[in-house]
């Protein structure tokens, strides 16, 4: 008996990774927090760059995508899928959840702790177009948010900005600005962000807000999340080892690895390009 060829085949499909994906880069954000607090896991990530933004296109075409990519992570022998995405989890979370029998968790904006962190009672979401639109969002705001007052605005032009990778530039700060001033016109007093993409901008959303007002995004609570399920799921990797991270895009690898490097900080990371 080739016991080699039984290990090789049994260490493929045995469930060890957490799969990761996105429209590009950002959800990044949320496996970053994920890694902090669980280092011994192994993580796969998809940037899905080919079909980016996904933040106006149709909620069918976007869970179309959150199909074929999850196709792929399943194949790739994932134990628990993270949609690492505002935009995906309002358009196919439910249906991702009914289609795998592995437990999905999926992002929304961090409501709860904002809630907890004004002191005014107003708060400001900034998100994409879909996310801010869906039932998800209102019925978020319905358990999370009463007796505050929400304010929302769409930012188009933001995830493009991180996926090329550069937001120290005027530019930026006249895009993010021109969004923030509507909300601190209101009196926010804290910004939401809403979009995986977004904590990559964080310095610049900071710089422009100013002091007194506090900047929240979900993806330490995420992190917690998958911890919690991998344990109650009896899920989670052997602590002793060191987990290790692979890349997967749709997109062009030689675009989309110079930003994975940048915002992962490892130099020599390494992009698979995956058609899906
Ligand atoms: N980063 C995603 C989100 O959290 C998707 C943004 C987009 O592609 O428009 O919504």
């Not at 999850?70 to 690492?84: E, N, Q, S, T, W």
């Not at 289609?99 to 002191?119: D, L």
């Not at 090329?164 to 909300?183: A, F, I, M, P, Q």
Request: glycine share 12%.
């Amino acid at each position: 008996m080739d016991y080699g060829l039984i290990y090789e085949v049994l260490s493929m499909t045995s469930l060890r990774t957490i799969g990761f994906f996105d429209s590009g880069v950002g959800g990044l954000s949320v496996m970053k927090e994920v890694r902090r607090l669980l280092p011994a896991e192994d993580l796969v990530y998809f940037a899905d760059s080919a079909h980016c933004p996904y933040g106006s296109r149709p909620v069918e075409i976007i869970r179309g995508r959150a199909y074929a990519i999850c196709d792929f992570l399943i194949g790739h022998g994932v134990k628990l899928i993270v949609i690492a995405s505002n935009t995906t989890s309002v358009a196919a979370l439910d249906a991702v959840r009914e289609k795998y029998s592995v437990p999905v968790i999926g992002v929304e904006p961090a409501v709860k702790p904002a809630a907890a962190a004004t002191v005014n009672g107003k708060i400001g979401v900034i998100a994409t177009g879909v996310t801010l639109a869906g039932e998800r969002f209102d019925s978020l705001v319905k358990r999370f948010g009463e007796g505050l007052e929400v304010f929302t605005q769409p930012c188009p032009g933001l995830v493009e900005i991180v996926e090329s990778g550069r937001w120290d530039n005027e530019e930026t700060e006249k895009l993010v600005g021109g969004y923030l001033n509507k909300l601190l016109d209101r009196g926010v007093d804290t910004v939401i962000l809403g979009c995986t993409h977004y904590p990559f901008l964080r310095p610049v959303i900071e710089k422009l807000a100013g002091r007194g007002i506090k900047v929240i995004d979900g993806g330490e609570g995420i992190a917690r999340q998958v911890a919690r399920v991998l344990d109650n799921e009896c899920l989670a990797a052997d602590a002793k080892s060191a987990g290790g991270e692979s890349f997967f895009t749709s997109g062009d690898p030689e675009l989309v690895a110079p930003v994975l490097r940048l915002l992962w900080g490892k130099p020599d990371l390494q992009v698979k390009k995956k058609e899906v």
